[in-house]
């Protein structure tokens, strides 16, 4: 059974998502906006995270996101690399995108040491 999720200002604009379709073209727009920052670093870290995790995540995680997106670009890169305090209403969807990028550097590791040793 598809899941219901429930939207706010942030979504669609109140009522629930129960069309495929809309909800693929809501994570296409998300992934496409985190894709084309203004700062190459975010467009790196927000893409792939947005391409691993959306659709898996929770409709308040998605809500969460599209509003952290709204952000200064430099603000969002500064809250991801710890450089600058999270605030309260990011601080679950920030360590998450923390959590993906550190995977995301393991994973090369591993595949740099393979490269190496092979």
Request: proline letters at 1%.
């Amino acid at each position: 059974m598809r899941h219901m999720y429930k939207l706010t200002k942030y979504g669609l604009n109140g009522g629930y998502i129960n069309n495929f379709s809309t909800f693929e073209k809501r994570m296409s727009r998300l992934v496409y906006q985190s894709r084309k920052r203004g700062i190459l670093e975010n467009c790196l870290m927000l893409g792939q995270f947005a391409e691993r995790n959306l659709k898996e995540m929770s409709n308040d995680d998605i809500v969460e996101y599209e509003r952290l997106l709204e952000e200064n670009d430099w603000d969002i890169y500064y809250w991801i690399v710890g450089e600058r305090k999270v605030p309260n209403e990011f601080e679950r969807v920030i360590g998450k995108i923390r959590t993906s990028v550190e995977e995301g550097k393991n994973k090369m590791k591993e595949t740099h040491s393979q490269i190496k040793t092979d």
